[in-house]
């Protein structure tokens, strides 16, 4: 298992997503990490 480190892609998606409250920001996150370890 690789070390809980994100992909340079998602890291520039999340990055590049104007974080407008925390909320928003925890969702784009969980989302994120959720997506990598679905496959």
Same mark, same amino acid.
């Given at each position: 298992? $690789?070390?809980? !480190? /994100?992909?340079?892609?998602?890291i #520039? $998606? /999340? &990055? +590049?997503?104007p =974080? #407008?409250t &925390?909320? @928003?920001? +925890?969702?784009s996150? =969980? &989302? +994120?990490?959720? @997506? /990598? =370890?679905? !496959?």
């Amino acid at each position: 298992m $690789k070390p809980t !480190t /994100l992909p340079d892609s998602v890291i #520039e $998606k /999340l &990055s +590049a997503m104007p =974080f #407008e409250t &925390s909320d @928003s920001l +925890a969702y784009s996150s =969980f &989302s +994120a990490i959720r @997506s /990598l =370890f679905a !496959t």
